[in-house]
């Protein structure tokens, strides 16, 4: 079982370039998020889904794009790179089984913008 | 956004010796969580919990989802050089649908 699976594991991308962070995710699991983790510090939410076709802003959305257009898949999206967006970004899903809500996370993607 | 509060933010100590750290917050929520990050690694999850007042162990871990459910608690139990990384709660609102994470608390350990 998968799980969770985040592509690429690392990237360098230069000041103004887009690129699209992947996850997919195979728990046929209905949430799914997108943080991003500083040197040192905790998880911040960037945006969130909670099924096919729906989407919301998280802490710290600016700069970044998501789209969800099958329930496995969740990529987000960076139209101009910017230095600030240095950091690693994880992928998690997670869906509430009755009251069971339980979050999986992928392995990181781990971006650096110069 | 709301908040969790988790404290404390980072701890020093020797191999061995028990950790205990917890979240608090204003509102009520309906889930824990409690999750470990290895270096280089994305979260594990170590314990749910769904109940007011339920106490689950996983191992030397042992949680607790607090009576008002406004709170939990991690302890680790003789500590061992693996356990260094850093601890993470997460909590569901009640009525709401998303997750909320805490900072995270570091655990560093002298051997």
């Known amino acids: 079982n998968a799980g969770v699976t985040q592509t690429p594991k690392f990237q360098v991308l230069k000041t103004g370039q887009s690129m699209t962070l992947q996850c997919t995710q195979d728990?046929?699991?209905?949430?799914m998020y997108w943080y991003r983790q500083d040197p040192g510090m905790g998880l911040k939410l960037i945006y969130y889904s909670v099924g096919a076709g729906i989407t919301d802003k998280g802490e710290v959305p600016n700069g970044y794009n998501v789209s969800r257009s099958t329930t496995e898949d969740f990529p987000l999206r960076l139209e101009l790179a910017a230095p600030s967006q240095t950091s690693v970004y994880f992928c998690?899903?997670?869906?509430?089984?009755?009251?069971?809500?339980?979050?999986?996370f992928g392995q990181g993607t781990r971006l650096t913008v110069v | 956004g709301q908040q969790l509060n988790q404290s404390p933010q980072s701890m020093f100590i020797q191999e061995g010796e028990d950790v205990s750290m917890n979240c608090t917050s204003s509102s009520i929520f309906n889930t824990w969580l409690w999750y470990k990050q290895d270096p280089g690694e994305g979260p594990v999850l170590l314990i749910a919990?769904?109940?007011?007042?339920e106490l689950t162990s996983n191992g030397r871990l042992t949680a607790q989802f607090g009576i008002t459910r406004k709170d939990s608690f991690l302890n680790i139990s003789a500590s061992i050089p693996s356990d260094v990384g850093i601890y993470f709660c997460a909590g569901q609102l009640q009525g709401a649908q998303k997750l909320v994470f805490g900072q995270g608390t570091r655990l560093t350990i002298n051997p």
């Open positions: 728990m046929n699991h209905n949430y």
């Open positions: 998690a899903s997670s869906t509430p089984t009755g009251r069971r809500t339980e979050a999986f």
């Open positions: 919990l769904y109940k007011a007042g």
